[in-house]
């Protein structure tokens, strides 16, 4: 019988219940044939096991036709085999070897200090205030931050950039909320961030530093240097992936403290390790909904055959609670261990960032643990209308150093 739901619906994660359809796929069919528009569709994968070895088969798999459902093909088409997030070998490999540079744990451990910098204050004025916008006042601007520090962005210009990716990766629009107007705003900030870029890569191209733009300018693919044009596309890969990923972990993470008291006093009273603790948040909100492949040959996935040419999806968020990997699986647990999730993808795509991320959670925990007592949702929580990021839009919470 063939299966109804579409878990690509971006409604779905908006005033749906993902979670319980997750569970009911992962047990009734697990890989299954998804109409997603009507009269075209992908496999859908919704298991642990045959999403890691799929992200694992990059002979059978390719990352040029896209990674995403409902992608722009013409966008796709320009930045295949130029972008890492769209590249096969033998360019991924080389790609990733000259942006790894700044993503090494060594190099970010030195910007711990630099987060630290960032967030106490915007915790600390959190305290202060009735009410915040957990995501746009404090969980948007730690990953803008940071991501202006590993491309050494000049300080005078920081706030600009900071308040610029804060409009280009603000609210969503679509049937569930926002307007016109939103997306108009949204489509200008990225357009100044796409003309900032270009002005620092020629600016880098003239006075190179140590820095991930530098890296890639005095790269080369095959013999040749990377022309603006690859720079700047993985420029963009950088911002979009270094913001979307903590934002959304660092908010849905929040709810989930809230909403799990002995959770939150097992943190703060160090009964769990920090690391398991940035690791289940990771699992549990797996910001990022899913990854597609494009069978380049014909393959079996799950005891489904998937012929060339057909699209594989993979839903990450449901394979971190497949419940023969993860016991108990929609319990929030800081100590579960061990905790292999794919919320960073599995493979030779990795992602490239993961580093980072872990660390901006890693602190902004700490932070919470260490500065604030109680935390409440103070207003309706708006849920983003995407089948790409599970992620929040606006979460008023009230902040406070005295437990009530």
């Known amino acids: 019988?063939?299966?109804?739901?579409?878990?690509?619906?971006?409604?779905l994660y908006v005033s749906g219940d993902p979670v319980a359809t997750w569970a009911r796929l992962r047990a009734t069919t697990p890989v299954f044939?998804?109409?997603?528009p009507p009269g075209r569709g992908f496999w859908s994968v919704m298991t642990y096991q045959p999403a890691l070895e799929v992200y694992r088969n990059t002979s059978a798999?390719?990352?040029?036709?896209?990674?995403?459902?409902?992608?722009?093909?013409?966008?796709?088409?320009?930045?295949?085999?130029?972008?890492?997030?769209?590249t096969d070998p033998p360019v991924h490999p080389r790609l990733r070897q000259l942006m790894?540079?700044?993503?090494?744990?060594?190099?970010?451990?030195?910007?711990?200090?630099?987060?630290?910098?960032?967030?106490?204050?915007?915790?600390?004025?959190?305290?202060?205030?009735?009410?915040?916008?957990?995501?746009?006042?404090?969980?948007?601007?730690?990953?803008?931050?940071?991501?202006?520090d590993i491309m050494n962005v000049p300080q005078a210009e920081r706030s600009t950039m900071i308040e610029l990716t804060s409009?280009?990766?603000?609210?969503?629009?679509?049937?569930?909320?926002?307007?016109?107007?939103?997306?108009l705003q949204k489509t200008e900030a990225h357009s100044e961030i796409f003309l900032y870029y270009t002005e620092l890569v020629e600016e880098r191209r003239r006075n190179p530093g140590d820095?991930?733009?530098?890296?890639?300018?005095?790269?080369?693919?095959?013999?040749?240097?990377?022309?603006?044009?690859?720079?700047?596309?993985?420029?963009?890969?950088?911002?979009?992936?270094?913001?979307?990923?903590?934002?959304?972990?660092?908010?849905?993470?929040l709810i989930a403290l809230i909403e799990n008291p002995g959770e939150w006093h097992r943190l703060k009273t160090g009964q769990v390790s920090i690391e398991s603790a940035v690791d289940e948040v990771l699992r549990y909100t797996s910001p990022a909904l899913h990854v597609m492949r494009v069978a380049t040959q014909d393959v079996e996935v799950?005891?489904?055959?998937?012929?060339?040419?057909?699209?594989?999806?993979?839903?990450?968020?449901?394979?971190?609670?497949?419940?023969?990997?993860?016991?108990?699986?929609?319990?929030?647990?800081?100590?579960?261990t061990p905790n292999r999730h794919l919320t960073f993808g599995m493979g030779p795509h990795f992602c490239l960032g993961a580093p980072l991320a872990r660390v901006e959670l890693k602190v902004l925990l700490q932070v919470l643990a260490e500065r604030v007592s109680h935390m409440e949702i103070t207003g309706p929580v708006k849920r983003m209308r995407s089948n790409f990021m599970w992620g929040i839009d606006h979460l008023p919470v009230a902040l406070s150093r005295e437990g009530r």
């Open 211 to 253: 820095d991930v733009v530098s890296a890639l300018i005095q790269g080369d693919l095959s013999g040749r240097p990377l022309t603006n044009e690859e720079v700047l596309l993985n420029c963009d890969g950088l911002v979009t992936g270094a913001n979307e990923t903590t934002r959304h972990a660092s908010a849905a993470g």
């Open 61 to 86: 798999f390719t990352s040029e036709l896209g990674m995403r459902v409902d992608s722009d093909a013409a966008a796709v088409k320009a930045a295949a085999g130029k972008m890492l997030i769209v």
């Open 100 to 148: 790894n540079s700044a993503f090494v744990p060594r190099v970010v451990a030195t910007l711990e200090e630099s987060m630290r910098r960032v967030i106490e204050p915007l915790v600390d004025q959190a305290l202060e205030k009735e009410s915040v916008d957990f995501v746009s006042e404090v969980a948007a601007v730690l990953p803008a931050a940071i991501i202006c």
């Open 33 to 36: 044939w998804n109409e997603h």
């Open 167 to 183: 409009q280009a990766f603000g609210a969503s629009v679509g049937a569930s909320g926002g307007c016109p107007m939103d997306q």
């Open 302 to 336: 799950g005891g489904q055959q998937v012929s060339a040419g057909e699209a594989v999806v993979l839903w990450n968020s449901s394979a971190n609670r497949d419940e023969s990997v993860f016991p108990a699986p929609d319990r929030f647990d800081l100590g579960r």
């Open 1 to 11: 019988m063939p299966v109804t739901v579409d878990v690509a619906d971006p409604d």
